[in-house]
């Protein structure tokens, strides 16, 4: 079994910042790519960003040049440092990641967190 657990969600003001963190933990040979997708009230859930294994990086249009998403191999974690936060960016941050496990690491397996909110208001 692998779990996802994402923190660092939080009330902010327009144009301020927050940094999520997401922490795989489990039985986990390897993680293939990992991302941030977002649900806000009412809208389907909505890529954010993506990172290879190999650190190559894909963001949406609206966070390009806001957003900045990385990844700790060593740790199992996921980032994304957000800032110049509008409003539209407050939804439910998902943290994805596509994980081989010790029993069967021939197949990857997708994996979503539970989520954390994100309040972008003054």
């Known amino acids: 079994q692998v779990q996802l657990v994402e923190s660092g969600g939080g009330l902010v003001q327009p144009g301020g910042s927050l940094r999520l963190s997401c922490a795989a933990s489990?039985?986990?040979?390897?993680?293939?790519?990992m991302g941030w997708y977002r649900q806000a009230p009412g809208n389907q859930r909505e890529l954010v960003a993506t990172v290879s294994s190999g650190g190559t990086t894909n963001y949406a249009g609206s966070v390009e040049g806001r957003f900045t998403i990385s990844r700790d191999n060593a740790k199992n974690t996921l980032y994304l440092q957000m800032n110049s936060l509008k409003p539209e960016d407050t939804a439910i941050y998902y943290c994805k990641a596509d994980v081989r496990s010790r029993l069967i690491p021939s197949i990857p397996i997708t994996n979503w967190g539970q989520g954390t909110q994100v309040t972008v208001s003054s």
């Open positions: 489990g039985m986990i040979f390897r993680i293939d790519a």
